[in-house]
């Protein structure tokens, strides 16, 4: 039986509906919540909350129905992304209210308090108050208020991206360790990708108040359902046909190019390649990749710590990232020309 269960949940909020979303989340999991912005992330965040009066639907935990429950009852906890922490109280005083509420002695209390302190590397600031910490600490502040009461099911709405990316990196880390010592199952909107891939078990994706997309973060970032989700997580789509078997590989026609995948396939089909699996070289070389294109470079942009790069050739349009590093020592520029390499096994029939 499913940890939580939310079924056929609708929202209306005046100008924003939630739609008859439906999800199932085991115990243990860890599900991030993506999509663009107005998709209804953080309103299905709240209604798994108990925050919304809903127009139809159930949130089922443990197989109990607290459709009607009051967020206190629930056994929930949420960590937002600016913090919400009692200016007026200590960093002690703050992980310890919930535990307060639930009538823990003083000596268990002071227990919990130091133990989440500790793993969360902040049982050096529990004397201070949250105006004198940085971002990241009072995120950790955050963190341990919610988790040290225990709740059968973490929520958390984007709350890395107020932090710079170096102490983003760190907190994943220290969010990964705790959460699995405590055994909690997480739900996360995020709109940073590298919280899927450094967190994530499961992907719902969200549009227009609909999950339009769950499944591993494989699944959907390898083999988005439709052409917005594609576009949205990033990942090439290609358009071509079948034009017979090469041993265990299918060999397509994308433009004036064939393409090997591993994939079974017939008639003409949609293929997609994630930019990270795609390998840049000066010359073809020798190497295990199936696919061999030469690609002219037609741009490139610096996003974060990785290098976005579109390229062209006959008919197969790809973009690909490579690191600044890689991007220096190999020279790559606009107007140049390279050879891009993926393996069959990359290539995803998606249609």
């Keep these: 039986m499913p940890l939580l269960e939310v079924e056929n949940l609708s929202i209306d909020l005046g100008d924003f509906h939630l739609r008859d979303v439906s999800l199932s989340v085991e115990e243990n999991d860890y599900l ?10 953080s309103v299905l965040l709240e209604a798994i909350a108990g925050f919304y009066p809903l127009l139809k639907g159930r949130v089922i ?25 009692f200016p ?23 227990r919990e308090v130091r133990h989440i302190a500790e793993e969360l590397h902040i049982d050096h600031l529990l004397h201070r108050k949250p105006g004198t910490l940085s971002g990241g600490e009072q995120q950790r502040t955050a963190l341990a208020r919610a988790l040290v009461v225990r709740p059968r099911v973490l929520l958390m709405d984007e709350p890395f991206s107020a932090l710079d990316s170096k102490t983003r990196e760190k907190l994943r880390s220290l969010v990964r360790n705790v959460i699995d010592e405590y055994g909690t199952t997480v739900l996360h909107v995020t709109h940073d990708f590298e919280d899927v891939f450094a967190l994530a078990k499961h992907v719902a ?26 576009d949205f997580v990033r ?21 004036n190019v064939i393409l090997y995948t ?42 974060g710590h990785l290098v976005w790069l579109s390229l062209s050739s006959e008919g197969v349009p790809l973009s690909a990232v490579v690191t600044p590093n890689a991007a220096e020592l190999l020279g790559i520029k606009p107007g140049e020309k390279f050879y891009a390499m993926f393996k069959a096994s990359a290539l995803r029939v998606i249609k």
């Design 32 to 41: 991030t919540i993506i999509g663009p912005t107005g998709a209804g992330k």
């Design 205 to 230: 994706v969200m549009r227009d108040g609909r999950i339009v997309q769950f499944g591993t973060p494989e699944e959907v970032f390898s083999r988005p359902a439709d052409e917005f989700i594609a």
């Design 88 to 110: 007026h109280m200590t960093v002690f005083e703050n992980i310890a209210f919930g535990l307060r509420k639930k009538g823990l002695v003083r000596a268990e209390i002071e």
């Design 61 to 85: 935990l443990e197989g109990k129905d607290i459709t009607r429950e009051p967020p206190e009852r629930r056994g929930m906890s949420i960590v937002y992304q600016d913090y919400v922490l």
């Design 262 to 303: 591993a994939d079974d396939a017939e008639g003409k089909v949609t293929l997609s390649i994630r930019p990270e699996d795609i390998i840049l070289a000066r010359e073809p070389g020798e190497c295990s990749a199936q696919n061999v294109v030469p690609v002219l470079i037609e741009s490139l942009e610096k996003r």
């Design 235 to 255: 990942t090439n789509l290609l358009r071509g046909e079948v034009v017979g078997k090469e041993g265990e590989l299918t060999a397509v026609r994308v433009g």
